[in-house]
């Protein structure tokens, strides 16, 4: 069962989110409109408007689904912590809604009578019906994104093995509060990478005793303006900025890229819209 642990790409951007609703719910009614299954051939010339309620509703469902239930529970649709057994577990809650609501147009439309023993039926149907394809399908998105990415993630590595010494400049470079004071001077070459935190910012750098980290009150977005003019550093992520002279290895996973850092710990993402991005600063650098 470890495959339901493995990393998976949480695919939520609005757009997307309502072109898949959109699409599954067309292709619900022109399915139910063309083919006619269920007994259907005898609804006649209300054949087509019934079907368009069933993509409807289909349509709906996807939306509450995909669209609303991230905004109620944030912490479990973060991207970092997605993976192949939840986008199955949230696939699967698709297609009950959906088996749900087709249900409760089914009785409205007065197709049965609405009791437990119908419900169940249905409900069973769709689920019997359903598992198998979508966990195979969700499989098979994981190994390809997980190929892709891999796949990328070595060429990276083998430049990064290429690598010769940075010679850039290593003047040491100011670093501002939100109130435009300076709280940190150092060369550049010695800050590992910066993590947002609320309304602060955590920079983590070498000093003589080790490594350290050091909180100031200013956003990220602000320190990426700072150190613009310097091309090592590279934003991955909402929450991170890395120097990229200090990555050790790339490593690829269905979701994109994690980044092993010289002197940190910790591995830190490279966002699914960033790795674009990530790629051609990397081939440059």
Known sequence: MNFLTKPFPAFREPKQVV??????GLFVALFL?????FGLEGLGENLLLIAAGYGVITSVCMLMI???TPKLFPNFYREEHWTTGREIVQTMANIVLIAVGNWMYSWALGFFDANWYSFVVFLGFTLAVGIIPVSIQVLIRQNSYQRKYSKS?????????????DARDSRAIQISDENGKVVLETAPEKIIAAESADNYVKI?????????????????AALEDMLAN?????????SW????GRIEKVSGNARGYTLRLDGFQSEIPVARGRIAAFDEVMGKF
Do not use: C
Request: net charge positive; proline share 4%.
């Open 66 to 68: 995909q669209w609303l």
């Open 230 to 238: 310097d091309p090592r550093f590279f934003r991955t992520h909402r």
């Open 19 to 24: 072109q898949s609703a959109i699409l599954f």
């Open 241 to 244: 900025l890395v120097n990229l």
């Open 33 to 37: 409109g063309v083919f006619k299954p």
């Open 204 to 220: 983590y750098s070498l000093a003589d005793n080790g490594a350290s980290n050091e909180m100031i009150r200013t956003t990220l």
């Open 153 to 165: 993630s070595d060429a990276i590595n083998l430049q990064i093995a290429e690598r010769t010494a």
